[in-house]
């Protein structure tokens, strides 16, 4: 089965993917790391952030695993990737239509790699839109821009910095959501939670909830009522 939680930076979306993996037994890919693996080579190799060929060509050697990311077979440490030059690069880096083909496959070849294992909850900005449009559940988190600084400033332990936080994100939010390759918005079909007020054991007992009356909405249109003489019970069963 494959989960997809997209919404904006702070909305919740990585503890909730996380947690929502680890309670359906399912492997957590976090795609935000791809454009960060990208932004770290690309500050690091002096590469020119607007050159959207040379990114891509960066992008072609980055993998993505539960584990995270990493490039030329070398894994990324988490730190590396999480500071504020490379946040702020990643956004940049992510506005290129090279880049994001290169890396939506990749993306695609994760979440294909998972099948065998029962499958994925995927998160980022344009997993259900773009990455995974064919995912059993998408998720699109919300929650109010004060609150998202909030949880990214306890998060990153910079409670002192809430204000650049604050800002920093308005500006990528604004970047993200109006860039002209997959913008980030809600996929059809998606379900909108806001989490301003919830808990993040609220949102993911609801998100583990949806997924499980997917899996089991998905399990009976495959075999069929019980007794259903007719119905296809040793047909192979889509994995994902
Ligand atoms: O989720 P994150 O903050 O780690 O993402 C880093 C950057 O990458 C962010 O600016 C948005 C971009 N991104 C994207 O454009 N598409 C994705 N699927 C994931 C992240």
Excluded: C, W
């Excluded at 791809?34 to 020119?48: K, P, S």
């Excluded at 030059?85 to 880096?93: P, W």
């Excluded at 294909?112 to 499958?119: N, Q, V, Y």
Aim: proline share 6%.
């Amino acid at each position: 089965m494959l989960v997809a939680i997209d919404g904006p930076a702070g909305s919740g979306k990585s503890s909730v993917a996380r947690a929502v993996a680890e309670r359906l037994g399912l492997v957590n890919l976090n795609t935000g790391a791809t454009y960060r693996a990208v932004a770290l080579v690309a500050l690091e190799e002096n590469l020119d952030l607007d050159d959207g060929v040379a990114l891509a060509a960066v992008g072609a050697r980055v993998d993505l695993a539960a584990t995270g990311a990493s490039y030329a077979g070398e894994p990324i440490p988490e730190d590396a990737l999480r500071t504020p030059e490379v946040s702020a690069a990643a956004s940049r880096v992510s506005a290129h239509p090279e880049l994001r083909e290169i890396l939506v496959e990749r993306q695609r070849a994760a979440a294909r790699a998972t099948e065998a294992s029962g499958g994925a909850v995927v998160e980022g900005r344009d997993i259900g839109t773009v990455v995974l449009p064919e995912a059993d559940l998408k998720v699109f988190l919300l929650a109010s821009p004060e609150e998202r600084a909030r949880r990214r400033a306890l998060q990153t332990g910079r409670e002192e910095e809430l204000e650049r936080i604050r800002k920093a994100m308005q500006t990528r939010d604004k970047r993200d959501s109006e860039r002209e390759t997959s913008p980030l918005k809600p996929a059809p079909g998606a379900v909108v939670l806001d989490t301003t007020s919830l808990s993040l054991e609220g949102v993911v007992s609801r998100v583990v909830e949806l997924a499980r009356e997917r899996r089991g909405e998905r399990r009976s249109a495959v075999e069929g009522p019980p007794g259903d003489e007719a119905s296809p019970r040793n047909a192979p069963r889509r994995a994902l």
